[in-house]
């Protein structure tokens, strides 16, 4: 299996950098080839703007999605854009790796999803190519995240609410959205008061996960 793990977090002795650590020695030991989209170590560009695209098609209108169906179809959206689309299509697996950040992903991952599943590459809105006929179907994808809080304030009728609400616009709205199935999401909660061996717990635990999966 060919996995592709998207990191996003700036720390390199961060606990999200040692479940990336952690996903990458299991997963190659098991026979998988892996490649990591580490975004901060990129400097990957987190705005979706006029210079993703070299050769617009329409000067006088800038319509994103138009400019995004053009782009894919002529080989002409910025060269980080079309690399990272090179690594997701060989992908069979996609990991998404990072800290929840309110509630949400860091900012530099949501602009990869902007600027990387773009349409025409990852869904066809005019020829309703999305949800199960999405043009990533046959790909299966994981969030893997921390976050600082208790998971009881994740939950239903806790204080957050329900962590999966949170992240429906990830799971659902663009990883199904784009035809991927998504496999149970990888939460460590409670990370800001781990001591070594709850941090090394959680590390097995992933890997536990990551050999069964
Ligand atoms: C902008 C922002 C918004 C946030 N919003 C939310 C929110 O909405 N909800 C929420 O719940 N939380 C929120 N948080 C908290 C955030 O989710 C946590 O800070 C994050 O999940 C921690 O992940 P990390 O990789 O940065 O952990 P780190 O801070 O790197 O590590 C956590 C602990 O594990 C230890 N550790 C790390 N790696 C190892 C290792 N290899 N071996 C042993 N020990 C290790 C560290 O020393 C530390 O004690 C927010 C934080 C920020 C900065």
Redesign the pocket.
């Known amino acids: 299996m060919n996995v592709l793990i998207i990191y996003a977090?700036p720390?390199p002795?961060?606990?999200?950098?040692?479940?990336k650590?952690r996903a990458v020695s299991v997963l190659q030991d098991a026979g998988h080839m892996v490649k990591v989209s580490d975004l901060y170590a990129m400097k990957f560009k987190a705005v979706l703007d006029q210079n993703d695209f070299l050769k617009p098609c329409n000067r006088d209108y800038f319509s994103v999605p138009g400019e995004q169906m053009a782009g894919v179809r002529n080989g002409t959206l910025a060269p980080d854009i079309q690399a990272e689309m090179h690594k997701v299509k060989w992908a069979d697996l996609l990991i998404f790796q990072?800290?929840?950040?309110?509630?949400?992903t860091?900012a530099i991952l949501k602009g990869w999803i902007d600027r990387v599943l773009a349409q025409g590459f990852a869904v066809n809105l005019a020829e309703g190519k999305l949800y199960q006929e999405g043009l990533l179907s046959g790909k299966k994808a994981l969030i893997s995240?921390?976050?600082?809080?208790?998971p009881e304030?994740?939950s239903e009728g806790g204080p957050?609410g329900d962590?999966n609400h949170?992240l429906m616009s990830l799971w659902h709205n663009t990883i199904e959205f784009c035809g991927m199935e998504v496999v149970p999401t990888f939460y460590?909660?409670?990370?800001?008061?781990?001591?070594?061996l709850?941090?090394?717990a959680e590390?097995e635990r992933y890997e536990e996960y990551l050999r069964l999966l």
Do not use: C, K, R
């Open positions: 977090h720390y002795a961060s606990l999200n950098a040692a479940l650590d990072f800290p929840i950040w309110w509630s949400s860091p995240t921390t976050a600082g809080s208790p304030f994740y957050h962590i949170h460590v909660f409670n990370v800001g008061v781990m001591d070594d709850q941090v090394n590390l």
